[in-house]
């Protein structure tokens, strides 16, 4: 997978298949603290109802700095990531 496929299966999550996920598994061997490979992964594990994907929430969630953020990028639909940011700059503001 080279960069100009992943940034378009960023930018249209919904493509995801079976041969993707199998791309994004072998950067993930080759780079395992890629934050947003872990994530669309995980997303594709989910997409195929894969028996890899319960032990890979795992793994994922402990690479990934906010989990709420992950949880609603899994199970969304359509991930709103302009509104998931200004929702953690308030979070983040509340905090200081």
């Known amino acids: 997978m080279n960069n100009q496929n992943f ?6 999550i919904a493509t995801i298949d079976a041969e993707k996920t199998d791309q994004l598994d072998v950067v993930i061997n080759e780079y395992p603290y890629f934050q947003s490979a872990r994530a669309v992964y995980l997303k594709g594990l989910n997409k195929e109802s894969s028996f890899k994907y319960n032990q890979e929430l795992k793994i994922t969630a402990a690479y990934t700095t906010d989990r709420s953020v992950l949880f609603d990028f899994i199970t969304s639909e359509e991930f709103q990531q302009n509104k998931i940011s200004e929702s953690i700059k308030q979070n983040t503001e509340h905090i200081k």
């Open 7 to 12: 940034t378009y299966l960023m930018q249209n």
